[in-house]
């Protein structure tokens, strides 16, 4: 097999990054040497590469899925808003500018000749390489600067899936206005569709779907099933929707549940942290914007942010400022992460992302956080520095990654871990906080805290098990995503789209005026 597909969607969030995974995965699991791309990803959710760079983290786990290391060359364009008007544009796994959408203009034209280089030089190292639209191929008035959707498609010459979400509903519509409003040389492209999401018989859809085809002249290519069972990491903010759960809560080895407040900051970053709990047995998981929703909590968690300073101002204004402050003097447990780690400080100056100056934090830790550039981003390991007296005092292995202009000047708490042989984090009682992304992925590590936490909450009776890897429950994942392909995608159809590009002769649709 050798060739390329685009995976498009009909809006952000349909079901293009996990539908582009589980081909991933399909397919090496088949010897197929395959791999992800997307030109051009909007998302403060991302990754430090073994190349020294940063890309979205749906590529990276995409990255996964096929079997390879996280690259650059995955995602060449990345844009991460820091706040409704502008976002910083990295490039190459480089953070070269802040761009507003006007801004972004003279970017253009070499951004387009780096996507095309990068997507050149996969498809002549891979046999196949799936590619993730952005957004939706029918926001037209996007058409002139689009990397990702139809401006690829034209430029390299591939065949395009449109994938939709039927939970959200419209789905038929959604998929036949997304052919119909593109221009006729994108239409031309446009090869399939898959429906996403479906719950019940889905011979009472076949109708829709034939009149689909009828009306369109493009097969669909399959019908995905909702699954209770799938959870993998979110690509960006829409996935982490205020008191909803975090993954699949399982049912407590104690008499006791270890309940969890993730704050969803409205520039959320690497939310993606907090799902390294919700693995475990008995530790429920939930995103949370009202302070009294931090009350009841075991643990409260304070995630990463793309606008640490913004989003500081937002926790004063919705008053969960001053419930984290009634938690700290109450000896409550606190995790900040990156963003959420400095705002915990007691000073933050910030010329770079803000541009505010001088601020105060929320005094929780004995800190001063200044930022800079360039930005640090590095992958890092070592060990925990601080064990509790509870439990075992072993040097437990820590590793993770870090991305963030914000650097601690001033340090008067214990070391939370030693990485690289230098200390980093802190912790003060029930509070702790690191700039490592990822920590809590370290099993041995994740259980240990676990305890902490769960004995400083008086949660004697919650109890952790012993042989969660969430590493291999991200592998399940993918593997579950690949069964579902296998099961219910036409691998004929989708073959030939892949090998021989878009089908011929497909009709134009026309939108009436």
């Known amino acids: 097999m050798k060739g390329a597909l685009l ?43 073994l190349d020294g760079g940063e890309i979205g983290r749906a590529q990276a786990l995409q990255a996964r899925a096929c079997g390879l290391e996280p690259s650059v060359r995955f995602n060449p364009v990345l844009l991460k808003p820091g706040s409704d008007r502008r976002s910083q544009l990295v490039v190459r796994g480089k953070a070269v500018d ?151 809560s399982r049912p407590p080895l104690g008499s006791q ?45 304070v995630p990463g942010s793309k606008s640490t300073v913004s989003d500081l101002e937002w926790l004063r204004r919705t008053g969960i400022a001053d419930a984290l402050a009634a938690r700290a003097a109450a000896e409550q447990p606190i995790l900040g992460i990156c963003g959420g780690y400095q705002m915990l400080a007691r000073t933050i100056v910030d010329p770079v992302e803000s541009g505010a100056g001088t ?28 064990h509790d007296r509870s439990c075992r005092d072993t040097d437990l292995p820590v590793h993770g990654y870090e991305i963030h202009h914000g650097r601690v000047t001033r340090h008067g708490e214990r070391p939370w871990f030693e990485l690289d042989g230098v200390a980093e984090g802190s912790v003060r009682e029930s509070i702790w906080g690191t700039h490592l992304h990822g920590a809590l992925e370290s099993d041995e590590f994740r259980r240990t805290w676990l305890r902490q936490v769960a004995r400083r909450a008086g949660r004697t009776g919650f109890v952790v098990a012993e042989d969660v890897s969430v590493a291999q429950v991200r592998a399940d994942q993918l593997d579950l995503l690949a069964d579902m392909m296998e099961k219910h995608l036409d691998p004929d159809l989708l073959e030939r789209l892949i090998t021989g590009g878009a089908l011929s002769d497909l009709p134009i649709l026309t939108v009436s005026q």
Not at 179 to 193: K, M, T
Not at 290 to 295: G, H, I, N, Q, Y
Not at 366 to 381: H, S, T
């Open 359 to 386: 601020v105060p934090g929320l005094g929780l830790l004995d800190l001063e956080i200044e930022f800079a550039n360039p930005k640090v981003l590095r992958r890092a390991g070592g060990r925990v520095r601080d």
């Open 98 to 248: 802040t761009v507003g959408a006007q801004d972004y203009f003279r970017h253009r034209t070499a951004l387009r000749a780096i996507v095309a280089e990068e997507l050149a030089s996969l498809r002549a190292e891979f046999d196949v390489v799936i590619c993730e639209g952005a957004g939706s191929p029918a926001e037209i008035n996007l058409r002139a600067t689009d990397l990702a959707n139809m401006g690829l498609a034209r430029a390299a010459d591939l065949p395009v899936v449109v994938v939709g979400d039927i939970d959200r509903g419209g789905v038929l519509a959604h998929l036949f206005g997304t052919v119909a409003i593109l221009e006729p040389e994108d239409q031309r492209l446009i090869s399939g569709f898959i429906v996403n999401k479906f719950r019940g018989d889905v011979e009472l859809l076949r109708p829709g779907l034939d009149q689909l085809t009828a009306l369109t002249g493009r097969p669909t290519l399959g019908v995905l099933p909702f699954s209770e069972d799938l959870w993998i990491d979110a690509e960006d903010s829409l996935g982490t929707v205020a008191d909803a759960p975090v993954g699949r």
């Open 7 to 49: 995976i498009a969607g009909t809006t952000s969030d349909a079901g293009k990054s996990v539908v582009v995974a589980g081909l991933c995965r399909m397919l090496a699991r088949r010897g197929v040497r395959v791999a992800p791309f997307k030109a051009q990803n909007m998302s403060n959710n991302s990754v430090v590469t």
């Open 257 to 301: 549940w270890l309940t969890v407040a993730a704050i969803r900051l409205p520039r959320i970053s690497n939310s993606t942290d907090v799902e390294a709990l919700a693995c475990e047995p008995g530790v429920s998981v939930r995103w949370v914007s009202d302070p009294s929703r931090l009350t009841g909590a075991d643990l409260v968690v």
